[in-house]
């Protein structure tokens, strides 16, 4: 198959990418651009010309997302949309979030210059938020378009340096009435492709993920009260040590977790005593928890199980316990429909796939809950993402645009009067 991928779709991808991550380019070479920052606008301006060069029309909406649109034949009210985020991490990778963005785009320009118009309207959209790096949510450029945000939720948040989104966003140029309203009625379905940001495709020498789901999150901070004392005149039998139930509670979690087998992943990754002194027994403690699987009775079955764990040993052990939960984000279920279409393509081509459950968050789950969704993944070398040593081979990146563009051909233009048979290949 990788023999098969046209050497020019390889070139043209390698060359966009290269010249999207110099937005934002750092001395480690990886890449930040930030929602609304200078290099996030240069970058959003930039694809906005490269898209009109690529024969797209295109146009902004009032939170800075940006469509590049090939208008279909037949003039239904609904389009299909396909892309990904702009903006990234701090000292971020070159393909997280751009590869779907400029696969999307690639797919298209193809497509319409080899068949010209699409029956069904076909629009790139590069998204304008989704990492969550420089305000306090995440998911701008998706929720505006969904409903699920709008524009003055943007008033009560702040980056680090106290501007506040609505600020930022004024000084990009948005958000001032000057681009129509983000909210879209007229989606037919989304498609995103993106990097793993794992290792199971590459530990599995597969090339290739439709994605069922994508996992529910919830997140607890757990404060634990002792006593605070002497740690050579208090008795090993006479203490409320905080520090030694939270060890506990941490050691079963996690234990707890790796005997479950169903995917399902737990992590402690934060954990704060006091008072924080060598010779000091500790009188609090605080530690984070993050559950995740792809099914709500899962996460409830091992969330009750483990809180009432630490419940039962904070009893035991003399010491208050408060749990917070304050994140909780359900499962989303993509399409089923889109999701067989893919594996078949994918077996058709002889492309070597697996289906998958994406541990981490994505438009795609925002797009899941609001109309039919899909997400694909290709590999991501040793599983490295949100780092400048991010890596997809070319190769692999290639085979995701041609995937791209066998389900555009088929959603857009190879439609059930073909009996589903895709006339690209
Ligand atoms: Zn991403």
Redo the contacts with the bound molecule.
């Keep these: 198959m990788i023999d098969q991928v046209p050497t020019t779709i390889k070139n043209e991808l390698h060359d966009l990418i290269e010249w999207l991550a110099a937005f934002g380019k750092t001395g480690h070479g990886g890449v930040t651009r930030l929602l609304y920052d200078t290099d996030w606008q240069k970058a959003q301006h930039a694809l906005k010309y490269k898209m009109e060069e690529m024969g797209f029309n295109t146009r902004f909406d009032d939170v800075g997302n940006l469509f590049g649109c090939i208008r279909g034949t037949e003039n239904e009210e609904k389009g299909i949309l396909t892309g990904?985020?702009v903006d990234t991490v701090v000292d971020g990778g070159k393909y997280?979030?751009a590869y779907?963005i400029l696969a999307s785009m690639i797919a298209t320009a193809r497509l319409f210059h080899q068949y010209g118009a699409p029956r069904k309207t076909i629009e790139v959209v590069s998204l304008c938020e989704?990492?969550g790096s420089r305000f306090p949510l995440s998911f701008w450029g998706s929720g505006n378009i969904t409903g699920k945000y709008h524009a003055q939720d943007a008033t009560r948040l702040a980056d680090h340096s106290g501007m506040s989104l609505t600020d930022a966003m004024h000084g990009a140029g948005f958000g001032i009435g000057n681009y129509p309203d983000a909210f879209r009625n007229d989606i037919a379905c989304f498609l995103e492709i993106?990097?793993e940001?794992g290792r199971t495709l590459e530990l599995g020498k597969k090339t290739w993920a439709p994605v069922s789901h994508i996992v529910g999150q919830r997140r607890y901070t757990i404060s634990l009260t002792g006593e605070s004392n002497h740690a050579g005149t208090t008795p090993m039998n006479q203490r409320r040590d905080a520090v030694y139930a939270a060890a506990l509670m941490v050691s079963h979690v996690i234990k707890m977790a790796g005997e479950q087998q169903n995917g399902l992943v737990a992590t402690v990754g934060r954990i704060e005593a006091d008072p924080n002194v060598a010779n000091v027994i500790s009188g609090k403690c605080r530690f984070s928890l993050d559950i995740r699987h792809h099914e709500v009775s899962v996460l409830d079955r091992f969330s009750e199980e483990t809180l009432a764990f630490c419940k039962e040993t904070a009893d035991k052990a003399g010491i208050q316990i408060q749990i917070n939960k304050w994140m909780d984000v359900p499962p989303v279920k993509l399409d089923q429909k889109l999701m067989e279409m893919n594996l078949k393509l994918a077996e058709d081509a002889g492309i070597p796939f697996r289906k998958m459950v994406s541990g981490?968050g994505?438009?795609s789950q925002v797009f899941g809950t609001f109309c039919p969704t899909a997400l694909m993944f290709v590999p991501s070398h040793l599983g490295v993402s949100h780092s400048p040593a991010e890596y997809t081979g070319l190769d692999e990146l290639t085979i995701g645009v041609h995937m791209l563009m066998k389900m555009l051909y088929h959603l857009a233009y190879a439609p059930e009067k073909n009996n589903g048979k895709c006339e690209y290949e």
């Design positions: 990904s985020h997280d979030g779907g989704e990492e993106h990097i940001q981490a994505h438009d």
